[in-house]
């Protein structure tokens, strides 16, 4: 199983970034996906999921700004930021099947 993260990136207060994540080797459509994120001196924090079936949840930080979502057929999550705020500079981490991805850098400068 291999997780890939891209997507990262610095942008100002305010702007936005798509991060993407790409599985391989696991049977995408039926895992929960997750998108964690981790500050410097932080501990790694849930910032959304979703089911298989596509449900989504959020973290109360992220929520009417981040959206969770998921094409089967590219084995693919993303994860859309929009009025991203200093507060969010983090490395983004997509996990499922109980493996991590290697993290995108997000810096939000203000």
């Known amino acids: 199983v291999q997780l890939v993260e891209s997507g990262g990136g610095l942008v100002q207060a305010g702007g936005s970034l798509r991060l993407s994540c790409a599985a391989s080797?696991?049977?995408?459509?039926?895992?929960?996906m997750d998108w964690y994120r981790q500050a410097p001196g932080k501990q790694r924090e849930l910032v959304a999921y979703i089911s298989a079936g596509g449900t989504t949840a959020y973290a109360d930080f992220v929520k009417g700004r981040f959206t969770i979502s998921r094409d089967n057929a590219k084995s693919t999550v993303y994860l859309q930021m929009n009025n991203l705020k200093p507060e969010d500079t983090a490395m983004y981490y997509c996990?499922?099947?109980?493996?991590w991805g290697q993290g995108t850098q997000v810096t939000v400068s203000s």
């Open positions: 080797g696991l049977a995408f459509s039926t895992y929960v």
């Open positions: 996990q499922g099947a109980n493996t």
